[in-house]
Every structure is written in C-alpha cells, then in structure tokens.
C-alpha cells in the first residue's frame, strides 16, 4: 500500500475509505450484531452501503470496545507510513483525520 501512496494511484474516493478502516471502522457484508437504533433512530457511527451492480450490502461499525485499543500503535504506524509516503492533498487530510480520531479513541475503546 505505501509503494502504491508513493506512486499516487490511490483514488481520493479510497483514501477515504481506507482511512476510516486504519481509524478503527471494521467492514462486514452481511448486517451486524447489534443494536444500530437508539433514542434518535440510529447510531451514530454505523454506516450503510449500497452497491446496485449485484445489489450488494455491507456495513461499516466501529471496532468493538477493546479491538481499537489491542492494535492502536500498529494503526497509527500505518498511518504515519502512508503520510510520510503520500503527496496526494486529499490522503493527508484523510489520514490526518484518521490519525487524529484513532489517537482520541481512549485505550481499550
């Protein structure tokens, strides 16, 4: 991945993505074990996608309270990689931000 950032052909559309897994957003195709409603309707960081080509689903939830934690200094290496790999304006900010969320997420969230 960082000889592809380096190479700059990762598309602005997936940075997006793969920053939001390095930041703790686990994907699953099929709809997760938990309770996606609360008092407003939904919960605020579970996510749905639609792809009409197959009419595919998947689903995007934040790790489970201890997963972020177990494997937070490897993320944020990760992250500090394709940073230092990157000259692509939107993947320094997507990574940026993800660095960011992931270094707020308190140990063992």
């Known amino acids: 991945m960082v000889e592809f950032a380096q190479q700059n052909q990762i598309s602005d559309a997936a940075w997006t993505v793969v920053a939001a897994g390095l930041s703790g957003d686990q994907y699953q195709f099929s709809k997760p074990a938990?309770?996606?409603?609360?008092?407003?309707?939904?919960?605020?960081?579970?996510?749905?996608?639609h792809i009409s080509a197959g009419n595919q689903n998947f689903y995007a939830v934040p790790l489970p309270g201890d997963g972020a934690g177990a494997d937070r200094a490897q993320r944020l290496a990760i992250l500090d990689q394709l940073l230092a790999a990157n000259s692509n304006p939107a993947a320094t900010e997507a990574l940026k931000t993800a660095r960011t969320l992931l270094?707020?997420?308190?140990?063992?969230r």
């Open 103 to 108: 270094s707020a997420t308190p140990p063992g």
């Open 34 to 49: 938990l309770d996606t409603t609360s008092a407003t309707g939904s919960a605020p960081q579970f996510k749905q996608y």
